[in-house]
């Protein structure tokens, strides 16, 4: 069965606490990217990577840090320098960045 | 600056009639448009497409019509049923450059009524 598998669905962070939330695909894709959404938004940007070992930031990477040193994996960290972390953070990929993404299940993230 | 609107937050339809969801955009060099459905609590699910050289695009239930000069946007579906209630979620990108990053609207609540 091939998808995208995010984990875990529920996160709890503490003040001044990094988290890494994990997205791992098996379709082979080249391009995996990482979205924020809060309510009453559209999704928005905040890394994207091409290929493994590279990756660009999006429109809202301020906070966060991502690494790709495998095709396969694209995990996100929410560092303490994110002041609002909270919110529910959907990973996608695609087999080229000019083609359709697809979504994982989303993990949502909260601080206590 | 949002760059994809949908001015609707909301739409209510009777099931087995048509829904109509709306959504516009500023940025000239958008060229390939998609729409998401998503259920709470899980990933926007793919629906259907078009790129800018076409007008319409039609996939079973759903249809998309897209108006250039008016950079206008509009997801069909018809008959509805009520399987159909999602937040649906229009995103434009830009085929030109060497990464097409994807825009998002708000969305748009669809509660389609038995």
């Known amino acids: 069965d091939g998808g995208i598998t995010q984990s875990p669905k529920y996160l709890f962070r503490k003040e001044g606490q990094n988290v890494t939330l994990s997205c791992e695909q098996n379709?082979?894709?080249?391009?995996m990217y990482w979205y924020r959404q809060d309510p009453g938004q559209g999704l928005r940007l905040i890394y994207y990577?091409?290929?493994?070992?590279?990756?660009q930031k999006g429109d809202i990477a301020e906070g966060y840090s991502v690494s790709r040193e495998k095709k396969e994996s694209f995990p996100l960290t929410v560092t303490s320098a994110q002041k609002n972390p909270t919110a529910f953070y959907l990973c996608?990929?695609?087999?080229?960045?000019?083609?359709?993404?697809?979504f994982g299940p989303g993990t949502r993230l909260l601080v206590l | 600056d949002q760059q994809v609107k949908q001015n609707s937050p909301s739409l209510s339809v009777q099931e087995g009639r048509i829904s109509i969801l709306n959504c516009d955009y500023t940025?000239?060099?958008?060229?390939?448009f998609l729409w998401y459905k998503k259920y709470p609590a899980e990933g926007p699910t793919f629906l259907i497409s078009?790129?800018?050289?076409?007008d319409k695009n039609e996939d079973g239930r759903f249809t998309v019509f897209l108006n250039k000069s008016a950079k206008h946007l509009s997801l069909h579906i018809v008959p509805s049923q009520p399987g159909d209630s999602a937040v649906y979620f229009c995103?434009?990108?830009?085929?030109?450059?060497?990464?097409?990053?994807?825009?998002f609207g708000s969305g748009t609540q669809l509660t389609v009524l038995p």
């Open positions: 990577s091409q290929i493994v070992n590279d990756f």
């Open positions: 995103a434009a990108g830009s085929m030109s450059g060497s990464a097409r990053q994807l825009t």
């Open positions: 996608a990929s695609s087999p080229g960045t000019k083609e359709t993404q697809y």
């Open positions: 379709l082979n894709h080249d391009a």
């Open positions: 078009i790129s800018s050289i076409k």
């Open positions: 940025n000239s060099m958008f060229d390939y």
